[in-house]
């Protein structure tokens, strides 16, 4: 392997970092999710494209997509409103929870029959995949140009930021039963909700103190405002991590309480943060890009195409039509956008990298059926957000000045009553 000065490795990151942006730029002119312009980038770069890069470190990855997470969940908290978060928090929790769970379960009964994988393997794969991203949600959401109204972008963002511990959960589950054959289900409800509880605490204290601290000092007048954001958002990952607790949802929740209080620096912060979670979408799908051999995703094409149109087509809408059946106030034009704004992205990949980590039999093609999955999923139905809100009458498209579109009710008008 051909070895580079520190100076020359720095400056072909910074060509990289560069490029890819303008790589997302593209693909966005085209309809596409920026993340397909980085994803596409990463693998012109690997080892099976010019580039020539061989990379092949999954620890590493996996350590870069948690810490890249951390951010992309912290600013998304920071840009949420807690007004929203409170008119959608049952039916939000809900589908972060049960939904997961159904959708893992649906999906896992299709791998198993079109994969040939053991029903613990079907189940990992299910697992991996059965999250929203939040990456990829928040990013179509905010720059689609979609004026939707009511509760539904509400419920679509709450959720994709809140059911990531969800899926880490099922994961850490289905490993432990495949390594540890003979664990009992039930002694995993202790430990959910030890994480659920501890990474609730850690995250509402993080993001009620981090203000505090800002408010309390000089900070707010210089640079030293965005270390300590860095700061806050680290702490509590790691801290409800070091605690037994869902660093994800620690993250997430510091992030949350601290956008919806008031102090000088919150708007400096909020931006700052916004950039940073570009930054990690950028770093975490270069890599991700790196870490993926295009010849390999070959061999899953078709079982990986029937997999992304069940998880799509099935098992997603099917999971969102049972969990919103008590609510009422969602009709079913506003359940099948929801089921359609499911989009899968960095997370399932970033998941996708434990049972590598862990050496479990079938990993190798869990991993590339989900990298397969990701893409279909962001090629079919990022684009088609807007067609499908227009279709469904959800709403419209912010024109150049800023006005709104079409205002047709985000519910049906049956469910109002």
């Known amino acids: 392997m051909l070895s580079v000065t520190p100076d020359v490795a720095l400056l072909i990151l910074g060509i990289l970092l560069l490029t890819t942006v303008f790589a ?3 693909s966005s002119r085209f309809g596409l999710p920026a993340l397909i312009g980085f994803l596409a ?10 580039g020539g890069i061989g990379f092949d470190n999954y620890a590493l ?4 997509g948690v810490a890249c997470l951390i951010f992309i969940l912290f600013s998304g908290g920071l840009d949420t409103d807690w007004r929203d978060v409170k008119r959608v928090l049952p039916p939000a929790l809900v589908l972060a929870t049960v939904g997961v769970l159904l959708s893992a379960s649906i999906t896992a009964a299709a791998a198993v029959y079109l994969l040939g994988l053991e029903p613990l393997q079907g189940f990992l794969l299910g697992a991996v995949v059965a999250s929203t991203d939040a990456a990829a949600v928040f990013a179509i959401l905010r720059s689609s140009g979609l004026d939707l109204h009511g509760e539904v972008p509400a419920l679509i963002e709450v959720e994709s930021g809140s059911n990531d511990p969800m899926a880490i959960f099922l994961v850490g589950a289905a490993l432990l039963f495949i390594t540890a054959p003979g664990t009992s289900p039930l002694s995993l409800v202790p430990d959910f909700a030890v994480q659920m509880a501890m990474g609730s605490i850690i ?6 103190l981090l203000p505090e601290v800002l408010k309390r000092s000089n900070f707010y007048h210089g640079g030293l405002a965005f270390v300590i954001s860095i700061a806050g958002a ?3 990952y790691g801290l409800a991590e070091l605690l037994q607790g869902n660093g994800f949802l620690a993250a997430y929740l510091a ?3 601290a956008g919806n209080r008031t102090y000088k620096a919150r708007l400096i912060v909020s931006t700052f943060q916004d950039g940073m979670a570009w930054l990690a979408q950028v770093v975490m799908f270069l890599t991700l890009g790196l870490l993926v051999a295009p010849s390999n995703l ?6 990986g195409l029937a997999i992304a149109f069940i998880l799509m087509f ?3 809408p099917l999971s969102v039509f049972i969990c919103l059946a008590p609510f009422r106030r969602f009709g079913w034009r506003a359940k099948l956008f929801v089921s359609w704004a499911g989009l899968r992205g960095a997370v399932p990949i970033v998941l996708a990298t434990f049972p590598m980590v862990a050496g479990i039999p079938g990993a190798f093609t869990i991993f590339n059926v989900v990298f397969f999955v990701v893409l279909v999923s962001s090629v079919i139905q990022g684009p088609s957000i807007n067609w499908m809100a227009a279709r469904l009458g959800m709403g419209g498209r912010r024109d150049r000045k800023g006005m709104e579109g079409v205002e047709e009710p985000l519910l049906d008008p049956a469910a109002k009553s």
């Open 24 to 26: 997302g730029s593209l």
């Open 41 to 50: 980038l990463g693998m012109l770069a690997g080892v099976d494209g010019p």
């Open 61 to 64: 990855t996996q350590g870069i």
């Open 203 to 208: 995250g509402l204290g993080v993001g009620y």
């Open 234 to 236: 680290l702490i509590a």
């Open 255 to 257: 992030g949350l309480v």
């Open 298 to 303: 070959l061999d899953v094409a078709l079982p």
């Open 314 to 316: 099935v098992a997603r």
